[in-house]
T-cell receptor, first 109, second 113 residues
Framework: GIQVEQSPPDLILQEGANSTLRCNFS?????LQWFHQNPWGQLINLFY???GTKQNGRLSATTVATERYSLLYISSSQTTDSGVYFC???????????FGTGTRLLVSP | DGGITQSPKYLFRKEGQNVTLSCEQN?????MYWYRQDPGQGLRLIYY???????QKGDIAEGYSVSREKKESFPLTVTSAQKNPTAFYLC????????????FGPGTRLTVL
């Protein structure tokens, strides 16, 4: 099946810093989503982005489907950004999201 | 408010007992999903359903069962056949039309004593 790798696995930032999270996938996809899991376990959908670039406030994401990667940018990080960021993809022709193992982000004041 | 609810938030069970986790959504979504998350890991798909009275196994269905008698509800039963059931269980739903974006409930943390 399709493989999803996220990097870095862990990231520690000072409040106000910028960061880039990466998601590599091993096959063509028709669905790619970025999620944030807060410390209480709730997953929030950040972006649906199978290709192209989107922005939402301090967050933006870019997917280059032909090169099989996606990037999530966090600017001016805040302590509330802490948690785990997951990338999930769906193969063309399949109906299941496959999750990466996540990037654990800690933003300190 | 539209959303997905899961109950209970925490659940303890003794070995050998079956237990059912509830998932309800009022988003009018056709598709619903159950995932399992172990500490430090990503999510793995247990079962999913795209229409009422129909569901498919995911990657780790052994020891679990589901039903989909109503569009709004997709309960998961963890049976005694599941060898290592202690985990965080997440339910999600998505529309079948438009962007296939999944929305998650708050999760149920199951501990087997």
């Amino acid at each position: 099946g399709i493989q999803v790798e996220q990097s870095p696995p862990d990231l520690i930032l000072q409040e106000g810093a910028n960061s880039t999270l990466r998601c590599n996938f091993s096959d063509s996809v028709n669905n790619l989503q970025w999620f944030h899991q807060n410390p209480w376990g709730q997953l929030i959908n950040l972006f649906y982005i199978p290709s192209g670039t989107k922005q939402n406030g301090r967050l933006s994401a870019t997917t280059v489907a032909t090169e099989r990667y996606s990037l999530l940018y966090i600017s001016s990080s805040q302590t509330t950004d802490s948690g785990v960021y997951f990338c999930a993809v769906m193969n063309t022709g399949f109906q299941k999201l496959v999750f990466g193992t996540g990037t654990r982000l800690l933003v300190s004041p | 408010d539209g959303g997905i609810t899961q109950s209970p938030k925490y659940l303890f069970r003794k070995e050998g007992q079956n237990v059912t986790l509830s998932c309800e959504q009022n988003l009018n979504h056709d598709a619903m999903y159950w995932y399992r998350q172990d500490p430090g890991q990503g999510l793995r798909l247990i079962y999913y359903s795209q229409i009422v009275n129909d569901f498919q196994k995911g990657d780790i269905a052994e020891g679990y069962s589901v039903s989909r008698e109503k569009k709004e509800s997709f309960p998961l039963t963890v049976t005694s056949a599941q060898k290592n059931p202690t985990a965080f269980y997440l339910c999600a739903s998505s529309p079948l039309e438009g962007p296939d974006t999944q929305y998650f409930g708050p999760g149920t943390r199951l501990t087997v004593l």
